[in-house]
């Protein structure tokens, strides 16, 4: 099925401004989709607020879209009482690690079968371009604006720490990496966990001279490597990408399970 066959398009125009990363990411997470062959009905997608929240209103799945912040609890209800379904859960970094991270550990650390993707721009867009969690040290905000002095994160290490058991990253511009990376995800048994770096020319691009959404995907492809390549000694400024965490682990729902049938036979 085309990509269009999975889209609302009653709610088109999307709210999305020219260049936003985030509808590189909707596409390839329905190119994901599609290609595991699995039904729309399957498929539950579950959101918090924020631009890159805004992704399960514009596809054909069951769909939340809930509080900021707060996606991954509903997606853990949700998950509880119906395990056999697939949840995604589409989140900013604002969400998904500022207001959000409470959640985010506890999600990881229960390893709760799931697949968590933020889509990290660097800064809250919706909101008009604060820093967030994972806005590098140094860099502009409209919170910040001599250069923020937090630092950032580095979401693979927070989810590894965590107890996530798929870690993986990637890019808007590595799109068939990025296509590859979810359906792994999607496939994996336990909570999976997908850094996205977006692009938000409007905010972060503008506010940091970063130029056009096409120069900053430039950026994307100069200043990432894969993981385990040797150029990460030669420059280690260098962000990797690929998966970095994949293993089998007890996973919270099937245990749950198991604990009901041992207690009432
Ligand atoms: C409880 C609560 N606090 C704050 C807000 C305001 N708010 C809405 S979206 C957002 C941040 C969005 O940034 P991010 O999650 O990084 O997503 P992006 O818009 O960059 O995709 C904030 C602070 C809110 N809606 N609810
Ligand atoms: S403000 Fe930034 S994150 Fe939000 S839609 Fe525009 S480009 Fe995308």
Redesign the pocket.
């Known amino acids: 099925m085309p990509v269009k066959d999975y889209l609302r398009r009653r709610y088109f125009p999307h709210l999305w401004c020219a260049g936003?990363g985030?509808g590189i990411v909707m596409g390839n997470l329905i190119r994901a989709i599609e290609q595991l062959g699995l039904e729309k009905n399957e498929v539950v997608m579950v959101s918090?607020?924020?631009?890159?929240?805004?992704l399960p209103g514009y596809v054909d799945f069951h769909t939340l879209h809930t509080?900021?912040?707060?996606a991954l609890a509903f997606a853990v209800g949700i998950k509880m009482g119906r395990p056999h379904l697939k949840v995604i859960v589409p989140?900013?970094?604002?969400?998904?690690l500022?207001?959000?991270g409470n959640h985010f550990i506890h999600a990881a650390r229960r390893n709760i079968n799931m697949t968590a993707i933020i889509?990290?721009?660097?800064?809250?867009?919706?909101?008009g371009g604060?820093f967030?969690p994972?806005t590098p040290f140094g860099k502009m905000a409209t919170t910040a604006t001599r250069g923020t002095i937090d630092h950032a994160f580095d979401t693979v290490e927070l989810a590894k720490g965590a107890g996530a058991s798929f870690v993986a990253r990637t890019t808007t511009y590595h799109v068939k990496e990025m296509v590859l990376i979810f359906k792994e995800a999607i496939q994996h048994k336990g909570f999976a966990v997908v850094e996205v770096l977006?692009q938000?020319p409007t905010?972060?691009g503008r506010k940091n001279r970063l130029g056009s959404a096409v120069e900053m995907m430039a950026w994307f492809k100069e200043n990432t490597i894969s993981v385990g390549s040797k150029k990460k000694k030669e420059n280690p400024e260098l962000i990797e990408r690929g998966i970095f965490v994949r293993e089998e682990r007890f996973e919270y729902t099937s245990n749950y399970e198991a604990l009901i049938e041992r207690h009432q036979s």
């Open positions: 936003c985030h918090g607020i924020g631009c890159s929240s805004r509080l900021h912040g707060r989140m900013g970094d604002g969400d998904a500022s207001i959000g889509m990290n721009n660097c800064i809250y867009g919706m909101t604060q967030s994972l977006s938000c905010y972060y």
